[in-house]
């Protein structure tokens, strides 16, 4: 089965910065698009930012032009980089690998980093 470790999170003050990491590994199975969620307490998890293989980008609207996703193929990595974080922006985040099964494609996750905006 596919892992997926993220690192990263961590307590940073408003306007900080952060980068976050997230590698897969464990299958020989081609992946595809690569993505970040976050989950805040008592909300649901949603979308942050994705990539494709190919570097196409796509991202929230409350992030865009603070977060920027990047990834490197050959090593099934992928990161995000936070800038000018607000409070709002307290949240499990959590990085989405997508995986070419039978039937179709398939998600997995990893286990989640915290991050904390607070002064």
């Known amino acids: 089965q596919v892992q997926v470790v993220e690192s990263g999170g961590g307590l940073v003050q408003p306007g900080g910065s952060l980068r976050l990491s997230c590698t897969a590994s464990?299958?020989?199975?081609?992946?595809?698009?690569m993505g970040w969620y976050r989950q805040a307490p008592g909300k649901q998890r949603a979308l942050v930012a994705t990539?494709?293989?190919?570097?196409?980008?796509n991202y929230a609207e409350s992030v865009k032009g603070r977060f920027s996703i990047s990834r490197v193929n050959a090593e099934n990595t992928v990161w995000l980089q936070m800038n000018d974080l607000n409070t709002e922006d307290t949240a499990v985040y959590y990085c989405?690998?997508?995986?070419?099964?039978?039937?179709?494609?398939?998600?997995?996750w990893g286990q989640g980093t915290q991050v904390t905006v607070s002064s």
């Open positions: 989405q690998v997508n995986v070419v099964k039978v039937g179709g494609w398939y998600a997995y």
């Open positions: 464990g299958s020989s199975a081609s992946i595809g698009v």
């Open positions: 990539i494709t293989k190919g570097g196409s980008t």
